[in-house]
């Protein structure tokens, strides 16, 4: 398994021979308004720039995985910039419909039993954020990996700690796990994303799993830095387990 950061929540994912794209927000640096009611509204979105091409990051890409329509999760750019019969998975048949609304024709709703090829994937629940901002924030998904070469893999995408990742940690015992850890907020109603104390949550309940903290620094309103979640893990004890990649970023496991 090899991952690669590539910005925001969006990465790659090499596993069992595939190559698999996550949430592509493709665009260039300050290509949309920054999102409004939230920090930093003089910078536009994303608010820097791709660590490689477009072309580097879609070569060779088996199937796309986009775990709810947010603008920094899937993007005009990435709808143009992806072939139209790539292979591309969505969390419900409401997403999968306005995918294929935009021209895409191979779109397959994520389900418990899933198989891409001979990779087992499997929806995972999640809520993006506590309380009435769930209301606004709207549905969202993760997505575990299997393969009997390959270790398991948990993409909890835009969740924050709650009963419902612990249940899927408890259930599928992942080895890696890759958390939205920016912690981005509005001006008003909590983290949408992971923050230090939902991370460390992850990390005692998987506690010899390697967690990758992704979604940093990229939007404006991102709430928690990667030197700020480094300081957090180092006070912890817990720096060998917690990976806080910059963009461009890979690991092998």
């Not at 924050?160 to 249940?167: A, L, P, T």
């Amino acid at each position: 398994m090899k991952i690669q950061q590539i910005r925001n929540a969006t990465i790659v994912v090499n596993y069992a021979g595939k190559k698999i794209l996550v949430d592509p927000m493709l665009a260039e640096k300050g290509t949309y308004p920054p999102f409004p009611n939230s920090a930093r509204q003089d910078q536009n979105n994303p608010i820097v720039d791709l660590p490689t091409s477009i072309e580097n990051i879609l070569k060779d890409v088996d199937a796309v995985i986009v775990t709810h329509l947010h603008l920094d999760h899937w993007d005009d750019t990435a709808k143009d910039a992806l072939p139209k019969d790539i292979k591309l998975f969505a969390q419900n048949e409401e997403d999968a419909a306005l995918i294929r609304d935009a021209g895409f024709h191979n779109v397959e709703v994520l389900k418990e039993d899933t198989t891409f090829a001979d990779i087992q994937l499997t929806k995972t629940k999640g809520e993006h954020g506590r309380g009435p901002i769930l209301e606004v924030a709207g549905h969202v998904c993760g997505v575990v990996f299997e393969h009997p070469s390959e270790k398991t893999l948990y993409v909890a995408g835009d969740t924050v700690w709650y009963d419902g990742v612990k249940e899927e940690i408890n259930k599928h015992d992942p080895e890696v796990i890759i958390v939205n850890g920016g912690d981005n907020q509005f001006l008003e109603g909590g983290s949408l994303v992971m923050n230090t104390d939902d991370i460390y949550e992850v990390h005692k309940a998987a506690p010899k799993a390697k967690i990758i903290s992704v979604h940093m620094e990229a939007v404006n309103h991102w709430g928690l830095s990667r030197e700020e979640l480094k300081g957090y893990i180092r006070d912890k004890g817990i720096l060998s387990n917690v990976l806080v990649p910059n963009d461009g970023d890979a690991y092998n496991f």
